[in-house]
């Protein structure tokens, strides 16, 4: 029985993360059972934990890993993954278009226009190039298409706490749903220090 699963390698060759595949995990794969995938991803995952490899290439090739033996589970018993991991809360998702990349504010508008088009009525735009650009873009989008369309927006850690909160305030006069990423993902303080004033003004 095959499992398929996905290894995301944007930036990086994927070459890396088929090294990490072949070369540290299929060693401690062979051979075991894998529906003890809860097992065998605590095993892979431990094995470099006093590495401190706890994101980038390891981790994602052991998502790929992952994904791979809950799809060997789910043909073996017959079922959907979704019925193995405790059931479904709702039978339909709201989709959106990701990701709307830097443009100018009249080509984004195009964009999102296309996307509407068709059939998206959620779209994340990628922000991040300052406070006057990412305002024109958000703007222009409301100024054309109103709340025909939803938007999400995505800065990929672009500013630090005093900028993101500037940006987060403008966003919410823009009814803008989500503000990912405002700053690295692993700077908690900082996370902490925006969400305050932008959730008790």
Same mark, same amino acid.
């Given at each position: 029985m095959?499992?398929?699963? %996905?290894?995301?390698?944007?930036e990086?060759?994927?070459?890396?993360?088929?090294a990490? *595949? !072949? !070369?540290?995990?299929?060693? $401690?794969?062979?051979?075991?059972?894998?529906?003890?995938? %809860?097992?065998?991803?605590?095993? @892979?995952?431990?094995?470099?934990?006093?590495?401190?490899?706890?994101?980038?290439? #390891?981790?994602?090739? @052991?998502?790929?890993?992952?994904?791979a033996l809950?799809?060997?589970?789910?043909?073996?018993f017959?079922?959907?993954?979704?019925? @193995?991991?405790?059931?479904?809360?709702?039978?339909?998702?709201?989709? #959106?278009?990701?990701?709307?990349?830097?443009?100018?504010?009249?080509?984004?508008?195009?964009?999102? %226009?296309?996307?509407?088009?068709?059939?998206?009525?959620?779209?994340?735009?990628?922000?991040?190039?300052?406070?006057? $650009?990412?305002?024109?873009?958000?703007?222009a989008?409301? /100024?054309?298409?109103? !709340?025909?369309?939803? *938007?999400?927006? /995505?800065?990929?850690?672009?500013?630090?706490?005093?900028?993101?909160?500037?940006?987060g305030?403008?966003?919410?006069?823009?009814?803008?749903?989500?503000?990912?990423?405002?700053?690295?993902? /692993?700077? *908690? %303080?900082?996370?902490?220090?925006?969400?305050?004033?932008?959730?008790?003004?």
């Amino acid at each position: 029985m095959v499992g398929g699963g %996905e290894a995301i390698a944007r930036e990086a060759p994927p070459e890396a993360t088929a090294a990490v *595949i !072949n !070369n540290l995990f299929k060693p $401690m794969l062979i051979g075991k059972d894998p529906l003890d995938n %809860e097992v065998i991803w605590e095993q @892979l995952f431990s094995a470099m934990r006093i590495r401190g490899h706890y994101a980038g290439y #390891y981790v994602e090739a @052991l998502s790929g890993v992952d994904l791979a033996l809950w799809d060997i589970k789910g043909k073996y018993f017959g079922k959907p993954v979704y019925k @193995l991991i405790g059931g479904a809360f709702r039978d339909r998702v709201k989709a #959106y278009a990701s990701s709307v990349l830097f443009m100018s504010p009249e080509d984004t508008v195009k964009e999102v %226009e296309r996307l509407v088009q068709e059939g998206f009525r959620y779209v994340k735009v990628k922000i991040g190039r300052g406070y006057d $650009m990412d305002k024109a873009v958000i703007k222009a989008i409301r /100024d054309s298409l109103g !709340n025909d369309v939803e *938007i999400m927006v /995505d800065a990929n850690t672009a500013y630090n706490v005093s900028t993101a909160i500037k940006v987060g305030r403008m966003l919410e006069r823009y009814d803008v749903l989500w503000f990912e990423e405002p700053v690295p993902p /692993d700077n *908690i %303080e900082a996370y902490s220090r925006i969400a305050k004033p932008l959730t008790y003004q």
